[in-house]
């Protein structure tokens, strides 16, 4: 018996590679970063890695056999170095020397620019499959299907040999699917195998598309006959990836099935929150294109983009051009709309850094005559809206970096949302300026010592030398002030002080204004009376 096996098994191969294949090209060759850089099956612990552009953009692998079972689906991975790949996988499933373009088709998948370095997807051997030894042909291509004897375009080949083996008696599920998708949660669904399943399910769940492998410990489990579950704690706005395998009995589980991909949704944000704008705005920010505060947004799109702050570089910070042109008077109105925000809880504060400059220039501009950029807040989910802070003609921004700070007394509302609206007015003045914005943040009002410290250093008193009268730019956090000459004499004590400071009485000279801060900490600034 085993005499007749071994003859069997060694004409399978002898009719598996004893087949003239045809040998593929591409006319654009691999160097471009368009190769098979490496190609791994998790589930099965195989991994041909750095392997580079071969010659003549194929590379004959036979000589490594990969092991796979009929009815099983195996992951895979390959890494490039370029990005809009596209994965074709075949087994010459009849050892008759040419791969059926879709009768052999087992695997296919696509990469995008973003995902520049990986294409993820799924080897599915036919349940029919005939046991014994195949070739398998690798393919990619450059944002181009490939074809088993392909000839055009920027790609490359492997081919391997497999060695199929019998279905296993544990099937792993099929036809997975996500739906009911929240910030927070998300149900799994999928199609039971036609194997018993005695046990359940197991799943795992995971922001990285690599595949688990038999080993890897899982995310949650089901008892059967489920088919499907709830997928709690998850995170808003984040891509998730999950797998399921089945639990035919305590000792036999299938393989991880083939993944579902899902991102979470934007859900309401509980401060402490910040976003500085290094890659412009996700899909929780909104813009809009019509519409004034009093009458709230319309549309879907507005004239705020991603530059440099300040025009400093291309990325990081959010940017209105403003401007009129006379020969084309239209007035746009448009909108910039944060995320919503739970401030139930009270006690929060809002802040963001803004500057004015003309425009693609770095220079100091100045508003039109009607031009106009206020910040608005909504209590009711973007319904109606209160202006809050005004920039026009009157007020122009510097071209340095201003904070904006607004502690949000009075507004608690679990719905409240933040908005930048800006409109370049029917006037075509001869200005034509840059507003940005960068770092919003909202967050609990309580200030750190180091937080306090910092704050205490943009205190300015003004004018300086002064005469009659001293302006200190901001004392909420200042406890009293302590006046002394020069030489450290005490003069005056003004506690819980409010400005300006009439200082008329004191004579010429220099002073030291002493602020002592309600942190116990202490900021000097050296005056001059005239």
Avoid at 19 to 24: K, L
Avoid at 431 to 449: K, P, R
Wanted: proline share 5%; with cysteine; glycine share 10%.
């Amino acid at each position: 018996m085993k005499k007749i096996l071994s003859i069997a098994l060694f004409s399978a191969a002898l009719s598996a590679f004893g087949q003239t294949y045809c040998i593929p090209a591409f006319s654009n060759g691999c160097g471009g970063g368009d190769e098979i850089d490496s190609f791994t099956i998790p589930g099965i612990s195989f991994n041909h890695s750095d392997t580079g552009c071969s010659n003549g953009a194929y590379g004959d692998y036979t000589s490594q056999t990969i092991n796979l079972n009929a009815g099983v689906v195996y992951p895979f991975n390959i890494t490039h170095q370029y990005g809009t790949q596209k994965v074709r996988i075949w087994i010459d499933l009849n050892n008759d020397g040419t791969f059926d373009e879709t009768a052999e088709l087992v695997g296919a998948a696509s990469s995008t620019f973003t995902t520049i370095n990986s294409t993820d997807g799924a080897i599915a051997v036919p349940a029919g499959a005939s046991p014994g030894m195949h070739r398998m042909r690798v393919a990619t291509r450059y944002n181009v299907e490939p074809v088993p004897c392909n000839t055009a375009g920027y790609g490359e080949v492997h081919d391997y040999s497999v060695n199929i083996g019998a279905a296993p008696g544990c099937l792993a599920p099929t036809n997975l699917s996500v739906s009911a998708i929240g910030a927070n949660s998300a149900t799994l669904s999928w199609t039971a195998p036609s194997s018993a399943v005695g046990v359940g399910y197991e799943y795992y769940i995971s922001t990285s598309s690599a595949a688990p492998v038999s080993t890897t410990p899982a995310s949650g489990s089901v008892s059967n006959p489920a088919a499907g579950t709830s997928l709690p704690n998850l995170l808003p706005t984040t891509n998730y990836y999950v797998w399921v395998r089945s639990v035919c009995s305590t000792a036999d589980k299938s393989g991880w099935s083939t993944s579902a991909a899902f991102r979470t949704v934007c859900g309401t944000v509980t401060p402490n929150f910040t976003f500085d704008f290094s890659s412009g705005i996700n899909e929780c920010w909104k813009q809009a294109d019509g519409g004034t505060p009093a009458t709230g947004p319309t549309g879907t799109t507005s004239e705020w983009y991603e530059s440099g702050f300040l025009n400093n570089g291309y990325t990081g910070a959010m940017k209105m051009n403003i401007l009129t042109y006379s020969f084309n008077p239209a007035t746009f109105n448009s909108w910039l709309i944060t995320p919503t925000f739970n401030l139930s809880a009270g006690g929060y504060r809002v802040s963001f850094d803004y500057g004015l400059t003309e425009a693609y220039d770095t220079s100091a501009g100045t508003l039109g005559s009607d031009d106009l950029v206020q910040f608005a807040i909504s209590q009711d989910g973007g319904t109606t809206w209160t202006v809050v802070k005004t920039w026009d003609a009157n007020n122009s921004p510097s071209n340095t970096a201003n904070q904006y700070v607004l502690n949000l007394t009075g507004y608690n509302s679990a719905d409240t949302k933040f908005a930048f609206y800006a409109t370049n007015g029917a006037v075509a003045d001869a200005s034509e300026t840059d507003f940005f914005i960068d770092n919003f943040v909202v967050e609990q009002n309580v200030l750190a010592t180091s937080e306090a410290t910092a704050a205490a250093n943009t205190i300015k008193a003004y004018p300086n030398p002064f005469s009659e009268v001293l302006n200190i730019s901001n004392t909420e956090g200042v406890k009293q002030i302590v006046i002394t000459d020069a030489a450290g004499r005490l003069i005056k004590t003004v506690g819980n002080p409010a400005t300006p400071l009439y200082l008329g009485e004191l004579k010429q000279g220099i002073y030291m204004i002493i602020l002592e801060m309600k942190d116990g900490t202490q900021k000097t600034i050296k005056t001059v009376k005239k």
